[in-house]
């Protein structure tokens, strides 16, 4: 059994920063981060699999970065140049495995057994 539990979730101005983490009792193959705004579909921000590949929503590439702490089986996702489209309940996922469709990641929450709470994030403008 997978748990995971997030934290570092916040309101911000935009321009700012934050930082999730995601304590996991043990990491999967594939350990991702989602986000769902009301009324909107949960969608895929970000996901690292074990041999440290990246993978990121086109609409947070080179603002937002995952990574992982071996040692201390955390999750992150640093956050920068946040803006008010960003403002979203924040998950963590585990997986076994990776869905790439021509090179980039086919974000299906469906696929991802493991989730968190959640932890939300708010940026004002």
């Known amino acids: 059994q997978v748990q995971l539990v997030e934290s570092g979730g916040g309101s911000v101005q935009a321009g700012g920063s934050l930082r999730l983490s995601c304590a996991a009792s043990i990491y999967t193959y594939c350990m991702a981060w989602f986000r769902q705004a009301p009324g909107k579909e949960r969608e895929g921000v970000a996901a690292i699999v074990s041999n440290g590949n990246t993978y990121y929503a086109d609409s947070v590439k080179g603002r937002f970065t995952i990574s992982k702490d071996n040692a201390k089986n955390t999750l992150y996702l640093q956050m920068n140049s946040l803006k008010p489209e960003d403002s979203a309940m924040y998950y963590c996922?585990?997986?076994?495995?990776?869905?790439?469709?021509?090179?980039?990641?086919?974000?299906?929450?469906?696929?991802?057994?493991?989730w968190g709470q959640g932890t939300q994030v708010t940026v004002s403008s």
């Open positions: 996922a585990a997986h076994s495995g990776i869905t790439i469709v021509g090179g980039r990641w086919s974000a299906r929450p469906r696929d991802f057994g493991y």
